[in-house]
DNA sequence: TGTACATCAGTGAACGCGCGTTCACTGATGTAC
DNA sequence: TGTACATCAGTGAACGCGCGTTCACTGATGTAC
């Protein structure tokens, strides 16, 4: 399928009306499909219905293609975690839970999104629009992390900045090593939500939050 | 610098010597600076002073030559955890500490091996002797997962290999957020090295592993 | 030790290809009056 | 409502480039006798 110009609002002829998205959204794609190395311009105009030279209209070059698609991943991310958390309701325990799930969850659905924000190398520094959003989306982590930190003993309360971390880390290094389904990934004998899950508990016992009655077992 | 003819052996003229290792190491170099996709076998070639013609002698493509850097990272892998942990020497928690900071090491010194391995998504399925290489790295982690556990209370024993996927994802999510200084990661208020123990120690706590008499703080 | 020969590991020229980028251009759209 | 014009967002042809790959070749090395 392509997102050309007959996509949504009936053909437009010359001027195709809505390149700019089309352009994003092959991008998306091809990332999707080869990793973020392996999509180039010339391709994406391809997908779009256009001549290569069209895109120089809407982007300086590639990577400012691919640091739209980074920016707007983050925006999207930020929202995918502020809604899983969605304030700490009903409680702190079943919100982080449900975090956890929502940030594979969207590292599986989006994992174009996912690697041009956290693997295609973009240089975060010299982008201060970037950089704000990447802080945004970390800052939900880092509300939730206070919230966790709370909970805990207040002679031994860790830093928050540093559980937020932590929770970033963690939450990383099963999506991206076990959490894209694809063949370069080694098989599980237990989905990636349970094994995060399971990390998850045994972290906050660690930090000696209280347990809830229910799930002892982890 | 070019891991040239005249490298070690002296010059060899018309026959380059040792061209496969030479290919190996400038593949490497490049990978490291510009990442697993910015490297060509062409400018492998031109590294190593040879025609672009030569290196179809030593590999059939550019895949079996990332193939083969991943193999070989897989076993210096191995050997530097196996030398970390040390069978465990003097005690688990001195050793399993020396193992996280040794899996830090490894992926900041030795960045292209360690992207050709985890995140050049070459397929672990279709090459056997790679994903054997693989797996002997993996047992190192399960080896010490068992240690680990040993040491948990037995009524609440986790299996030994969720918590060997929990170390990897662990160092894995820290080493490739925080572990390589480049400019795509962002600042840190403390080490990689830090972060990782104050993990390791929280959860390790979680586990009900008994704590030493030195290291309550984290 | 010397010679003939097979094999190995390179050369270098050539090819087709797709990419990034530029350029003058032109069709479509919006707006002033 | 119609017309003139400015601007916008595309075209399509062209370019230089580096890559992957092939090919017949040849210099260097090893070995049999």
Redesign the pocket.
């Known amino acids: 399928m392509r997102w050309s110009k007959d996509d949504k609002d009936g053909p ?9 998205e ?1 352009l994003l959204r092959a991008a998306l794609e091809l990332i999707a499909q080869k990793g973020p190395a392996g ?8 997908w779009a ?10 982007f ?3 990577d400012e293609l691919l640091a739209s698609i980074a920016l707007r991943g983050f925006n999207l991310f930020e929202a995918a975690l502020k809604r899983a958390w969605d304030d700490g309701r009903p409680d702190v325990f079943v919100a982080f839970d449900r975090l956890g799930k929502a940030y594979l969850e969207f590292a599986r659905t989006e994992p174009a999104y996912y690697s041009a924000m956290f693997e295609a190398g973009i240089p975060l520094a010299t982008d201060p629009e970037l950089r704000e959003a990447g802080d945004r989306a970390f800052a939900v982590l880092r509300v939730v992390a206070e919230k966790l930190c709370a909970q805990t003993p207040a002679g031994t309360r860790p830093p928050a900045l540093m559980v937020a971390l932590h929770v970033w880390a963690i939450s990383h290094g099963i999506a991206s090593l076990f959490g894209r389904g694809d063949a370069a990934r080694r098989a599980l004998p237990m989905s990636p939500e349970d094994l995060l899950e399971a990390q998850m508990l045994i972290y906050l016992r660690g930090l000696g939050v209280p347990e809830r009655k229910s799930d002892r077992s982890g």
Chains 1, 2 share one sequence.
């Open positions: 437009r002829g010359y001027h195709h009306g809505n390149l700019k089309a999509f180039t311009f010339a391709e994406a105009a391809r219905g256009v001549s290569p030279a069209a895109p120089y209209r809407h300086r070059d590639r």
